[in-house]
């Protein structure tokens, strides 16, 4: 299997190059469109970009990689570099009301939101670029997603999932494991002893 692994060192790096796979319309293997941060914190530093544009953990050492820098770079020399930040409506439309800045300057309207501004875990120089109209950075409204879910004869709820090892369809009672999507897409594996919730959006 060839295809593109990144090697990162922070979190923030490992969001940056999800974040630029997931503009480009890729999905993890699974067919999440999550960070899985929970990756990142079991030790894993690497990440692969399949050629079926897949989103893969490769097993470190067995192939070339490159560096985050590197990656960043080429994505800037090939134009596709464009940091999306999804955000729920509430704090889209706050950023908003801070960007307009109505009966006040820019820095009167972050200083009077700072609370808030800090609350936003997307990091506060992306956030302040943005209220500054940096046309490099762009925040926009995250889709809902859903889940599927059913309840076992001991009353717990079990959640659909695509098992990593044999991509089949599964059920899982971790909620984090369950398979997340659109509505559209989430149909398409619903059947009679499946219902469907809405995932909350952080």
Known sequence: MTGTVVHV??????????????EQG???????KEYLEQYFRNGDRYLLLDDDNNILKPTPGQRDYIEYSEFMAQQKEDEKMTTI????????DELQRIK???????????????????????????ILRCLADDPAIEFK??????????????????????????ALPDRTVVKEKAFVETLEEIKKWQTPAWEIEEVEIQ
Do not use: M, P
């Open 26 to 32: 890729h999905k993890w293997y699974s067919g999440d």
């Open 85 to 92: 930040y999804e955000v729920s409506q509430s704090v889209f």
């Open 141 to 166: 409204v995250k889709e809902q997603l859903y889940r599927l879910y059913l309840v076992d004869v001991l009353g717990q709820r079990n959640y659909f999932t695509i098992s990593n090892a044999t």
């Open 9 to 22: 060192t922070t979190l923030e790096q490992w969001k940056s190059v999800l974040d630029v796979w997931f």
């Open 100 to 126: 307009a800045h109505e009966g006040t300057s820019l820095i009167g309207a972050i200083v009077a939101n700072a609370k808030f501004i800090k609350s936003i875990e997307i990091g506060n120089k992306a």
